[in-house]
């Protein structure tokens, strides 16, 4: 049975496949037998940065990550859009500059209405005006 222009059209996705499983086979069968496999009480504690813990993981936070979070969402999404429209610039003309302008201006406005209701405002000086410890 003659091969098709089709089949051969899979032959590197079939050889990289065959590849990736192999090195995944491989990196397995290497990490069962050069490991330990000894098991102690040290390998089940939480371990970060070098800091062995101590006390209590739950604890409340003063500082809103979920913001941050949010922020670096917002403005990557921002950064890829303007980025984008950047590189098309000559191709968008005076239509795409209306387009990025709204959508800057648009995100300007949310920006500032954050400002004007204090959601940039955390760490110790916004404790100390809201009268905290």
């Given amino acids: 049975m003659p091969v098709t222009a089709q089949q051969v059209e899979f032959?590197?996705?079939?050889?990289?496949?065959?590849a990736a499983v192999g090195l995944i086979?491989?990196?397995?069968?290497?990490?069962y037998f050069l490991g330990s496999g000894k098991d102690s009480a040290d390998k089940h504690i939480p371990y970060e940065s070098g800091v062995v813990p101590t006390?209590?993981?739950?604890?409340?936070?003063?500082?809103?990550?979920y913001l941050i979070a949010?922020?670096?969402?917002?403005?990557?999404?921002?950064?890829?859009?303007?980025?984008?429209?950047?590189?098309?610039?000559?191709?968008?003309?005076?239509?795409?500059?209306?387009?990025?302008?709204?959508?800057?201006?648009?995100l300007m406005l949310g920006l500032v209405w954050l400002w004007i209701k204090g959601g940039l405002e955390w760490g110790p000086s916004a404790v100390r005006e809201r009268g905290k410890p």
Avoid: N
């Fill in 11 to 18: 032959i590197p996705l079939a050889i990289y496949t065959a």
């Fill in 25 to 31: 086979a491989l990196l397995l069968a290497a990490a």
């Fill in 55 to 65: 006390g209590a993981a739950r604890h409340a936070s003063r500082v809103p990550f």
């Fill in 70 to 106: 949010i922020f670096f969402i917002v403005f990557d999404v921002e950064g890829a859009f303007i980025l984008t429209w950047a590189t098309a610039w000559d191709l968008l003309g005076i239509p795409g500059l209306v387009h990025i302008t709204a959508f800057i201006v648009i």
